[in-house]
T-cell receptor, first 109, second 114 residues
Framework: GQSLEQPSEVTAVEGAIVQINCTYQTSGFYGLSWYQQHDGGAPTFLSYNGLDGLEETGRFSSFLSRSDSYGYLLLQELQMKDSASYFC??????????FGKGTRLHILP | DSGVTQTPKHLITATGQRVTLRCSPR?????VYWYQQSLDQGLQFLIQ???????AKGNILERFSAQQFPDLHSELNLSSLELGDSALYFC?????????????FGPGTRLTVL
């Protein structure tokens, strides 16, 4: 079956750097996206990788290695407001969109 | 504010009933997606419409149906409701039919089936 795997929880300290990994197994691949969702809120788009390499957007960066079916989201200079769930997502060749189950990021002061 | 609107915000109904959820995409966006998010679960893709036509189908139950109208708003119809259908239902929109996957999510409709 098609699936995305990401850790269920990650804990980091305010001001530090944290990496959230995502491995995927899909039939076809049209890029990896990352979304942030605060409790009670809607997902918001963070980043997209269509090609291998690193994409940087402010404090957030995302990396993709298609040969390894792997990507990660890197959050730098963590702030308390970054406490949220982070989802990776892939559009497969049958155009279905598959989300990982999400990684809950806890930030300690 | 993403620019995507969903109504109603909350919906409480009984088993066996039918409900309709409504979504208006961002201005200029032709694609509309529907997702279901159950408690402590990830997002389950239900269906995508592009410019009025069904584009992709996910894990959508036969009791559920959707359509996109000429003005590009979309409706998700849920019938013969069961307790397990209680969830957050999100609509999202994007400019493109596929490719780069920037989707803008609405605030969601929380459905409670009693």
């Amino acid at each position: 079956g098609q699936s995305l795997e990401q850790p269920s929880e990650v804990t980091a300290v305010e001001g530090a750097i944290v990496q959230i990994n995502c491995t995927y197994q899909t039939s076809g691949f049209y890029g990896l996206s990352w979304y942030q969702q605060h409790d009670g809120g809607a997902p918001t788009f963070l980043s997209y990788n269509g090609l291998d390499g690193l994409e940087e957007t402010g404090r957030f960066s995302s990396f993709l290695s298609r040969s390894d079916s792997y990507g990660y989201l890197l959050l730098q200079e963590l702030q308390m407001k970054d406490s949220a769930s982070y989802f990776c997502a892939v559009r497969a060749s049958d155009d279905k969109i598959i989300f990982g189950k999400g990684t809950r990021l806890h930030i300690l002061p | 504010d993403s620019g995507v609107t969903q109504t109603p915000k909350h919906l409480i109904t009984a088993t066996g009933q039918r409900v309709t959820l409504r979504c208006s995409p961002r201005s200029g966006d032709l694609s509309v997606y529907w997702y279901q998010q159950s408690l402590d679960q990830g997002l389950q893709f239900l269906i995508q419409y592009y410019n009025g036509e069904e584009r992709a189908k996910g894990n959508i139950l036969e009791r559920f149906s959707a359509q996109q109208f000429p003005d590009l708003h979309s409706e998700l119809n849920l019938s013969s409701l069961e307790l397990g259908d209680s969830a957050l239902y999100f609509c999202a929109s994007s400019v493109a039919v596929a490719g780069g996957q920037t989707q803008y999510f609405g605030p969601g409709t929380r459905l409670t089936v009693l």
